[in-house]
T-cell receptor, first 112, second 116 residues
Framework: KNQVEQSPQSLIILEGKNCTLQCNYTVSPFSNLRWYKQDTGRGPVSLTIMTFSENTKSNGRYTATLDADTKQSSLHITASQLSDSASYICVVSLYNTDKLIFGTGTRLQVFP | SAVISQKPSRDICQRGTSLTIQCQVDSQVTMMFWYRQQPGQSLTLIATANQGSEATYESGFVIDKFPISRPNLTFSTLTVSNMSPEDSSIYLC?????????????FGAGSRLTVL
């Protein structure tokens, strides 16, 4: 069954600290993996997209990695800010289709 | 990327009533999608709204409960019919664009429905 699992479910960190969010998937065949940020009361916003051949992709303080062999991805946030408080959703695309498999997200809270 | 306007942003509805959510895009798009996000859950695709033809519904979602209109390439509506408390969710409209060789989904801000 095609699934996307994220961990931890929730995370609390202090402002300025780094953190890493995990995403494991069983989707096959795989096309691409995306990380979205969803602020409370808002729709998800794309942070990064990686295809099968890409190992890492950065967007400012956000760096995503992908290991297609182990079917794992991580999102690393550097020097966290209060505005990073949000849910982060991992989404995997099924090859040659429009079908997306969504993870349940990691709820990140950054405190001063 | 496209800019999507959704309304209402939130509403409180009575059991048994229906509510229509509107989604307006600032550019013409071929495919528009409607998602549901129940509290604490992931996003679930309800249907794909096709211009000029009936919407394509995912397993577990039916047209009688979630009728969709797509009168042109920039607008769509989703109606949640005969609502029950289980329909309390955020409903999101999204469109697909092209970026780095992969489809990029842009989402609206969502419509938060509470059914009493």
């Amino acid at each position: 069954k095609n699934q996307v699992e994220q961990s931890p479910q929730s995370l609390i960190i202090l402002e300025g600290k780094n953190c890493t969010l995990q995403c494991n998937y069983t989707v096959s065949p795989f096309s691409n993996l995306r990380w979205y940020k969803q602020d409370t009361g808002r729709g998800p916003v794309s942070l990064t997209i990686m295809t099968f051949s890409e190992n890492t992709k950065s967007n400012g303080r956000y760096t995503a990695t992908l290991d297609a062999d182990t079917k794992q991805s991580s999102l690393h946030i550097t020097a966290s800010q209060l505005s990073d408080s949000a849910s982060y959703i991992c989404v995997v695309s099924l090859y040659n289709t429009d079908k997306l498999i969504f993870g349940t997200g990691t709820r990140l809270q950054v405190f001063p | 990327s496209a800019v999507i306007s959704q309304k209402p942003s939130r509403d409180i509805c009575q059991r048994g009533t229906s509510l229509t959510i509107q989604c307006q895009v600032d550019s013409q798009v071929t495919m528009m999608f409607w998602y549901r996000q129940q509290p604490g859950q992931s996003l679930t695709l309800i249907a794909t709204a096709n211009q000029g033809s009936e919407a394509t519904y995912e397993s577990g979602f039916v047209i009688d409960k979630f009728p969709i209109s797509r009168p042109n390439l920039t607008f769509s509506t989703l109606t949640v019919s005969n609502m029950s408390p289980e329909d309390s969710s955020i409903y999101l409209c999204s469109v697909a664009g092209q970026g780095t060789g992969a489809n990029v989904l842009t989402f609206g801000a969502g419509s938060r429905l509470t059914v009493l």
